[in-house]
Structure formats: C-alpha cells, structure tokens
C-alpha cells in the first residue's frame, strides 16, 4: 500500500530521536523562532495534527532524506530577544520527497514527506543476545542495575545502549542482513569498550 504524502516544516539538525524520546533545542534563528511559535499557538489549542515537524538527518556536512517526525513538547525559557529553549518529542519518522527551502508564504523550508516505519520490534538473534548478556554482566560490575533493562528485541536495546545520533540512524535505514551485521558490530564495540574500562580500571593498559 502506497504510503500518504503530507507536508511538514522541515528543520535539519544533527538530531535523531526513537519514538517517545525527548530532547531539548536552542532555538535563534529568526525562520525557526516563527515555526516555534506557530507550534505554542498548535499546542495551546490542542491541534496536535498541527503541532509537528521533520528533523531531517544532518550529519557529516550531508543531510539525509530521511529524518524524525517530531511534536513541541513545552518552552523551558525564553531568552531577550526572543531565542528560546524548547523541548521536543518523537513521534515517527519520514522520507522526504521534495524539499523547499521556503514553505509556502513560510520562512522556513519544508517538504512533501512519506512516513518511514522503523520496524523495532524483530526479535535479536542468539548471538546479539548473548552478547547483550555479556554486556549486562559487565554493567552489573560496575554496580549498574540491570534488571530492568529487556533485551530480546531491538527496541528493548535501543531503549538502553545509549547509540549516537548516527547509529541510531542507520538502524531506520537498514533492513535484514545489513542491519543485523551493523548491530552486531555495536555490540562488539561495546563489549570492547567495557572490557578496556575495566582493564584500565585493574591498572592494564591496552596498547
């Protein structure tokens, strides 16, 4: 089924979100204070259809397609003059399909986007979970609770690796075996990073 195709102030940043994460913005720019404030007006009268935009991917002076859909969660402050510091939400994602650097009688740019599903819920291989058991021992040395933290899907580990902006990133771009081999090569930084922690930590120095 073809995917519908709405438009949305679009607003690059370095920025990448999984669904129901927050993060906060320094808004200065003139364009984005505008879209700002159309999105107070949005939520104050609880049009949460209005109330959103796109963060497509910037990242190594190059900016992707794809990006997070996301909603103005509140103003922290407003600073003199008028820049603001906001808190934003993810709620999905998009592939843009045109993009303009104006938006209609709009400052800012924007664009014609598709949703873009993430697909999160596949289940680790036997592999990826051992490892992520490995890396929850390690944790459990380091007297980090980790109970709580699942790890049989992938948005049970998305949830607590604590993955960069980039990482984060290609696992909406990836599908199947490409994508199970970039987790894989996560989780073995990870363990390595741990595994040096703990050698410093002992007095071992790793060349």
Not at 48 to 71: C, K, M, Q, W
Not at 92 to 111: I, N
Request: aromatic share 8%; proline share 6%; glycine share 8%.
């Amino acid at each position: 089924m073809t995917e519908r195709e709405f438009t949305l102030p679009l607003f690059p940043l370095g920025v990448f979100l999984l669904p129901g994460e927050k993060t906060g913005l320094h808004i200065f720019e003139p364009r984005y204070r505008q879209l700002i404030q159309e999105l107070e007006v949005a939520l104050a009268e609880g049009k949460e259809e209005d109330n959103r935009f796109g963060i497509p991917f910037h990242y190594e002076e190059v900016t992707a397609s794809t990006g997070t859909l996301v909603r103005l969660v509140g103003v922290k402050k407003v600073h003199p003059g008028g820049r603001k510091d906001v808190v934003i939400e993810c709620v999905g994602h998009f592939d843009t399909t045109r993009f303009h650097s104006a938006m209609d009688c709009k400052p800012y740019p924007g664009g014609s986007v598709v949703e873009r599903r993430m697909e999160l819920s596949e289940p680790l291989s036997s592999g990826q979970r051992r490892r992520v058991e490995e890396i929850k021992s390690m944790l459990d040395d380091k007297e980090i609770d980790t109970n709580s933290l699942a790890g049989n899907t992938l948005e049970d580990l998305t949830k607590w690796l604590g993955l960069p902006p980039a990482h984060k990133h290609r696992l909406l771009t990836t599908r199947g075996d490409a994508r199970k081999a970039f987790l894989d090569s996560v989780l073995r930084w990870t363990l390595l990073v741990l595994q040096q922690e703990t050698n410093i930590k002992d007095g071992f120095f790793p060349n």
